[in-house]
């Protein structure tokens, strides 16, 4: 048992442990990073933890539920449990800054802030470049690899590359 407050979990420590947890489709970002870890509750040695789902069918939900069960049990959190939450949806603009950065480091444009895809198309047709960070790109395939991800082309790098979509 705990025996001194040191010890007591905090939502801090569980998040630390989370960030272990990745993106089953981009292994440089966390969950936490992206945004889908909604809630912690502590209750004792007990822990709930809530997580909002980015796009339908996007990335395994069921395995990224696993992956963070795992992590909390190999940290020694006997009890967890995991709520899918749907209450407040998602959005692109969950991912947080050092999130957007794994992003541009793994290849893939972080999702313009604040846009909304609905409302400003003109975000899928000038993605950003993650190379050269130039907006003068092309929109070549709205559906990528994945559910999650449009293909561009960056007219001055000369290549392809893939941004991960807002929403
Ligand atoms: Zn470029």
Redesign the pocket.
């Known amino acids: 048992m705990l025996s001194t407050p040191d010890d007591m979990l905090t939502t801090n420590q569980i998040i630390q442990w989370l960030e272990e947890v990745k993106d089953p489709e981009i292994p440089v970002l966390s969950l936490v990073d992206l945004g889908v870890i909604t809630g912690i509750e502590i209750n004792g040695q007990s822990v709930t933890v809530n997580m909002t789902p980015t796009f339908t069918g996007c990335p395994a939900l069921d395995m990224m539920k696993q992956d963070v069960i795992d992590v909390l049990h190999k940290n020694g959190i006997a009890d967890v449990n995991v709520v899918i939450s749907f209450k407040e949806p998602w959005t692109s603009d969950k991912i947080s800054e050092k999130g957007r950065n794994a992003l541009k480091q793994f290849g893939l444009a972080p999702p313009p802030a604040g846009k909304n895809l609905f409302t400003d198309i003109d975000v899928l047709e000038h993605a950003a470049?993650p190379?050269?960070g130039?907006t003068n790109t092309t929109l070549k395939n709205p559906f990528g690899p994945t559910l999650c991800r449009s293909i561009h082309y960056?007219e001055?790098?000369r290549?392809a590359f893939e941004q991960f979509k807002p929403l």
């Open positions: 470049c190379r050269c130039n960056c001055d790098c290549e």
